[in-house]
T-cell receptor, first 113, second 114 residues
């Protein structure tokens, strides 16, 4: 299995600011994903982070609000831009190698005031 | 489009009793099905997955699930509940592979009574 770390683990931010979340995995993986879990809700896929190309966003999520980078096969970042209280959520990255199982990181708990 | 429906947002059982968490799926293609568990203030951990091999899938911590195509169900069971099983459980489906986009159910919170 892959060992995934996320930074920061939690943060409290002011409205209108941006936060960049990092996801690091201990081995090269084919696929990396970013999910959002709003308070008391299930997980929703934001986008697939593609190595060397633009991320693939799900319906309802746009690049201007959630820019994603993936410079290599072990690292990705998600930025939450121009934050509002509605962005308060847990953001999780997940990874998968080839056709293997998808593993999830510990999550970043974001509170926007 | 693929989706999963979890019946019951909250299930409470006594310690030592049978655990049954229900999940029904909708998929136009043979699905990949999963159960994940989320302990308080932690990330998700895979309990088990179905990938078109055996219909009875055994997972970690004594959990198992049975894929029933005729009922489009993938219910999660454990013969004897333990206090440490208290957590949020998510059923999920992927239409392509176990390493592709996953669609999650709404979750079921399992409580264990002493």
């Amino acid at each position: 299995s892959a060992v995934i770390s996320q930074k920061p683990s939690r943060d409290i931010c002011q409205r209108g600011t941006s936060l960049t979340i990092q996801c690091q995995v201990d081995s090269q993986v084919t696929m990396m994903f970013w999910y959002r879990q709003q308070p008391g809700q299930s997980l929703t896929l934001i986008a697939t982070a593609n190595q060397g190309s633009e991320a693939t966003y799900e319906s309802g999520f746009v690049i201007d609000k959630f820019p994603i980078s993936r410079p290599n096969l072990t690292f990705s970042t998600l930025t939450v831009s121009n934050m509002s209280p509605e962005d308060s959520s847990i953001y999780l990255c997940s990874v998968a190698a080839s056709s293997d199982t998808q593993y999830f990181g510990p999550g970043t708990r974001l509170t926007v005031l | 489009a693929q989706s999963v429906t979890q019946l019951g947002s909250h299930v409470s059982v006594s310690e030592g009793a049978l655990v049954l968490l229900r999940c029904n799926y909708s998929s136009s293609v043979p699905p990949y099905l999963f159960w994940y568990v989320q302990y308080p203030n932690q990330g998700l951990q895979l309990l088990l997955k179905y990938t078109s091999a055996a219909t009875l899938v055994k997972g970690i911590n004594g959990f198992e699930a049975e894929f029933k195509k005729s009922e489009t169900s993938f219910h999660l069971t454990k013969p004897s509940a333990h206090m440490s099983d208290a957590a949020e459980y998510f059923c999920a489906v992927s239409p392509y592979s176990s390493a592709s986009k996953i669609i999650f159910g709404s979750g079921t919170r399992l409580s264990i009574r002493p």
